[in-house]
T-cell receptor
Framework: AQKITQTQPGMFVQEKEAVTLDCTYD???????LFWYKQPSSGEMIFLIY??????QNATEGRYSLNFQKARKSANLVISASQLGDSAMYFC???????????FGAGTTVTVRA | NAGVTQTPKFQVLKTGQSMTLQCAQD?????MSWYRQDPGMGLRLIHY???????DQGEVPNGYNVSRSTTEDFPLRLLSAAPSQTSVYFC??????????????FGPGTRLTVT
């Protein structure tokens, strides 16, 4: 069974600064994918970024980057140059390549201050 | 493309009532799933399906039934609602072709309250 841990229930960040959201996972599968989703206060789930366990480079998508440390089983999301619209809950999720199911962490709420 | 749609958006039930949450997708995705979201617990998988006629249980299946008669639709049934089923329910889908890493697309959610 996969377990995803997000230890930061809530974080505050100043506008234009960077913020790092922690995610650690536990799996015995050698091949897996890691996902980050954003859930604004309106409630929808928005896909942000994906990292494969065999990808050689850390994933980046615009202001989002994933700090992937395979040996530590860590997949932290970095949001650079925070904007007020980044205020939301962020979920880390993982799926083993030989599994259909996507498992989620408990989420981290980010509040961006002007 | 409407993506993943869910109805209703809000629902209040009394304990013991039954209801069906509807989910449909127009992306021809083979995989569909239902999650519930509760504060501090993230999203937990209830049931999932990898194609018409094929369903399986997720992490928290008790009290819920599903069926998949078409590729497009994946309804979730609560047979006898309980206050513990008060939650926000999300339906999600993704493609399985090509065995890629494809992300899941989520519906807008249904907020259910059981009194």
């Amino acid at each position: 069974a996969q377990k995803i841990t997000q230890t930061q229930p809530g974080m505050f960040v100043q506008e234009k600064e960077a913020v790092t959201l922690d995610c650690t996972y536990d799996t015995s599968d050698p091949s897996y994918g890691l996902f980050w989703y954003k859930q604004p206060s309106s409630g929808e789930m928005i896909f942000l970024i994906y990292q494969g366990s065999y990808d050689q480079q850390n994933a980046t998508e615009g202001r989002y980057s994933l700090n992937f440390q395979k040996a530590r089983k860590s997949a932290n999301l970095v949001i650079s140059a925070s904007q007020l619209g980044d205020s939301a809950m962020y979920f880390c999720a993982m799926r083993a390549s030989n599994d259909y199911k996507l498992s989620f962490g408990a989420g981290t709420t980010v509040t961006v201050r002007a | 493309n409407a993506g993943v749609t869910q109805t209703p958006k809000f629902q209040v039930l009394k304990t013991g009532q039954s209801m069906t949450l509807q989910c449909a997708q127009d992306m021809n995705h083979e995989y569909m799933s239902w999650y519930r979201q509760d504060p501090g617990m993230g999203l937990r998988l209830i049931h999932y399906s990898v194609g018409a006629g094929i369903t399986d249980q997720g992490e928290v299946p008790n009290g819920y039934n599903v069926s998949r008669s078409t590729t497009e639709d994946f309804p979730l049934r609560l047979l006898s609602a309980a206050p513990s089923q008060t939650s926000v329910y999300f339906c999600a889908s993704r493609q399985l072709r090509d065995r890629g890493p494809y992300e899941q697309y989520f519906g807008p959610g249904t907020r259910l309250t059981v009194t």
